[in-house]
């Protein structure tokens, strides 16, 4: 997961730790960064989706050797 979130821009893994780690809303990341809370919304989905990618090829192959 570490290697994941190392692919991410700066961008994606700072509104990422602010919304999964601080816990803050989409408004609050928005405000605080100030862009858009849709980009804010881009941010965490691309993550999110690379994520899944990652641990789709890690859990997978211990699931179903």
Same mark, same amino acid.
């Not at 893994?13 to 408004?27: D, P």
């Not at 858009?36 to 090829?57: N, W």
């Given at each position: 997961?570490?290697? &994941?979130?190392?692919?991410?821009? %700066?961008?994606?893994?700072?509104?990422?730790?602010?919304?999964?780690? =601080?816990?803050?809303? $989409? /408004?609050?990341? &928005?405000?605080?960064?100030?862009? %858009?809370?849709?980009?804010?919304?881009?941010?965490?989905?691309?993550? =999110?989706?690379?994520? $899944? /990618?990652?641990?789709?090829?890690?859990?997978?192959?211990?699931?179903?050797?």
């Amino acid at each position: 997961i570490a290697r &994941a979130l190392e692919q991410l821009t %700066p961008r994606q893994r700072e509104v990422f730790k602010m919304s999964r780690e =601080l816990q803050m809303s $989409h /408004k609050e990341i &928005a405000e605080k960064l100030q862009i %858009p809370v849709r980009t804010v919304e881009d941010h965490i989905y691309k993550t =999110l989706t690379e994520l $899944h /990618k990652v641990l789709m090829f890690v859990i997978l192959p211990v699931l179903f050797p």
